[in-house]
């Protein structure tokens, strides 16, 4: 069976740095790219950073740029996401996905973690 499961949410203070994992497993970790969103309940859930398949691109939303770094163990088939100089507005649910999609063989598949909570305190 596909799983996700993220670790390394707590409570941080301002300023403050936080290490998320996900460690993967039941598909081709490898061939995924993969994605850390986040969600508040007053928010739509929102795209953080991204990485593709190999971790040669990386993409970021731009209130998380230049503190947080995504990046993949493909070996380990686990991505994570470091987070520094972390603020208030950072505190959310942040959730691991997994995406694939090949048109041209009409292949869509995404998986989604439990989430795990990062609450920073100002």
């Known amino acids: 069976q596909v799983q996700l499961v993220e670790s390394g949410g707590g409570l941080v203070q301002s300023g403050g740095s936080l290490r998320l994992s996900c460690a993967a497993s039941?598909?081709?970790?490898?061939?995924?790219?993969m994605r850390w969103y986040r969600q508040t309940p007053r928010k739509e859930r929102e795209l953080v950073a991204d990485?593709?398949?190999?971790?040669?691109?990386?993409n970021y939303a731009d209130s998380v740029k230049g503190r947080f770094t995504i990046s993949r163990d493909n070996a380990k088939n686990t991505v994570y996401l470091q987070m520094n100089s972390l603020k208030p507005e950072d505190t959310a649910v942040y959730y691991c996905?997994?995406?694939?999609?090949?048109?041209?063989?009409?292949?869509?598949?995404?998986?989604w973690g439990q989430g795990t909570q990062v609450t920073v305190s100002s």
């Open positions: 996905n997994a995406f694939r999609d090949r048109p041209l063989t009409s292949l869509r598949r995404e998986y």
């Open positions: 039941g598909f081709t970790f490898s061939l995924y790219v």
């Open positions: 990485i593709t398949s190999t971790g040669a691109v990386t």
